[in-house]
């Protein structure tokens, strides 16, 4: 249980375009979800806390104009990275977390989408 | 400012000996703290967590401690094993955090020796 898919895995794309990224929690319902951004030797750096059927929280640092996120069901949360450019090349990764009754609500991670820009 | 630091980037072990991954964090707020793997192109799994209320933690092979004098936690894996090659991290969450919202290390790559 507690299955976390993305799609696609890797996608190489033109600069100048948009790539989209879904995030799937496949066997639970997921309140909120988040997305994760990990460049080479580095740590996840949380991008935006999203909560379905509101708008996401975004990082410090990080353009929400430029990186949109929609959450509109409880098991599908999107990232659209517009008009990507090459310094956008990087590990996004999404993870999900239901609401378990547990005073810390465990994520659940997904395998990660390898996004190049040319 | 790094609140959750793993200073050490890699570490080799030979199988059958004790794997001693170390985190130190900065914000005394954190009372909550997971640790996870990670292989290439996959995303960290779950791997073991401690509460603040706790100083030890253990799971088969695997044993967090936690000492929160020093804002430092520790990872031992015993014995160690080639399919624990991977990248380790540590992340610290509080539970002001809301969403409780994970903050990672670096993470360090521990390579078992066969």
């Known amino acids: 249980g507690a299955v976390v898919s993305q799609h696609p895995s890797w996608v190489i794309c033109k600069s100048g375009t948009s790539v989209k990224i879904e995030c799937r929690s496949l066997?639970?319902?997921?309140?909120?979800m988040f997305w994760y951004r990990q460049f080479p030797k580095q740590s996840l750096m949380l991008m935006a806390t999203?909560?379905?059927?509101?708008?996401?929280?975004?990082e410090q640092g990080v353009e929400k104009d430029k990186f949109l996120i929609n959450h509109a069901s409880l098991t599908l949360s999107t990232l659209t990275v517009t008009s990507a450019h090459p310094e956008d090349s990087s590990f996004y990764i999404c993870?999900?977390?239901?609401?378990?009754?547990?005073?810390?609500?465990?994520?659940?991670f997904g395998p990660g989408t390898r996004l190049t820009v040319l | 400012d790094q609140q959750v630091k793993q200073n050490s980037p890699s570490l080799s072990v030979q199988e059958g000996r004790i794997s001693i991954l170390n985190c130190d964090y900065t914000?005394?707020?954190?009372?909550?703290f997971l640790w996870y793997k990670k292989y290439p192109a996959e995303g960290p799994t779950f791997l073991i967590s401690?509460?603040?209320?706790?100083d030890k933690n253990e799971d088969g092979r695997f044993t967090v401690f936690l000492n929160k004098s020093a804002k430092h936690l520790s990872l031992h894996i015993v014995p160690s094993q080639p399919g624990d090659s991977a990248v380790y991290f540590c992340?610290?969450?509080?539970?002001?955090?809301?969403?409780?919202?994970?903050?990672f290390g670096k993470g360090t790559k521990l390579s078992v020796i066969p």
């Open positions: 993870s999900a977390s239901m609401t378990s009754g547990r005073t810390y609500n465990e994520q659940f």
């Open positions: 914000n005394s707020m954190f009372d909550y």
């Open positions: 999203s909560n379905e059927g509101s708008k996401a929280t975004y």
């Open positions: 066997d639970f319902q997921a309140t909120t």
């Open positions: 401690i509460s603040s209320i706790k």
């Open positions: 992340a610290a969450t509080y539970s002001g955090a809301g969403s409780y919202q994970l903050t």
